[in-house]
């Protein structure tokens, strides 16, 4: 049963950098075939898809936020992170990773989320 | 349009069928999903490529697509089904996630 696990700072300070790292069970990034994705979503909205990875690098960012999202793997440790710079009051939000099956379809596993506050 | 439009509520009672919809342009030429999200919980994938059950999920649970329009059917919906719904779809040119639906059960 693949799982994934969200991890990373619970507060940011606003104009710093959010980052937060995936780590993937049951199974292996580079095997290839899925694609490894961040999804977040605001207090009390909706979902907001933020982009994916493929286990050879390449992405694909939501063009609102793609000038500051950078999305990288790391095979060897099996996981996978997000890096959004530039943070404001407004990237407040539970950010969850998700394995997509169709790229950024078929999203059928989802970490927990972690909430992360941007606030100085 | 990179819009995908859902009814913010849709109310049932136990035992009848319910309907979400989720209207945009990018539907007209590419796959949506739905998911279900419960209170305090991740989403869940309940149907993808318009029409397909993800597994594990009952039979009450069906997807279809007209034009520009993709349908979540809950058949004999149970007070377990009050959930957030969200279809999914995009291109490449982007990706969108509806606004949700917010599903009760009377």
């Known amino acids: 049963q693949v799982q994934l696990q969200e991890s990373g700072p619970g507060l940011v300070k606003p104009s710093q950098t959010l980052s937060l790292t995936c780590t993937v069970s049951?199974?292996?990034?580079?095997?290839?075939?899925?694609?490894w994705s961040w999804i977040r979503q605001h207090p009390g909205k909706g979902l907001e898809w933020i982009g994916y990875?493929?286990?050879?690098?390449?992405?694909y960012y939501n063009p609102s936020l793609k000038s500051r999202v950078t999305i990288s793997v790391d095979t060897s440790k099996n996981q996978f992170s997000l890096k959004l710079s530039s943070v404001t009051a407004a990237d407040t939000a539970v950010y969850y990773c998700a394995r997509a099956a169709g790229r950024w379809l078929q999203l059928g596993y989802w970490g927990q989320g972690t909430l992360v506050t941007v606030s100085s | 349009s990179y819009e995908l439009t859902q009814l913010p509520s849709v109310s049932v009672s136990p035992g009848q069928t319910a309907r979400i919809t989720c209207s945009g342009d990018v539907l007209g030429e590419n796959y949506a999903d739905w998911y279900q999200q419960k209170p305090g919980q991740a989403p869940e994938l309940v149907i993808y490529e318009d029409s397909e059950r993800y597994p594990g999920i009952p039979e009450r649970f069906s997807g279809s697509t007209s034009g520009n329009t993709t349908t979540l059917t809950i058949s004999r919906v149970l007070t377990e089904d009050e959930a957030d719904y969200y279809c999914?779809?995009?291109?490449?040119?982007?990706?969108?996630f509806g606004g949700g639906t917010k599903l009760t059960v009377l």
């Open positions: 990875i493929y286990y050879s690098g390449s992405t």
């Open positions: 999914l779809s995009g291109d490449e040119d982007n990706v969108v």
């Open positions: 049951g199974g292996s990034i580079s095997s290839g075939g899925y694609y």
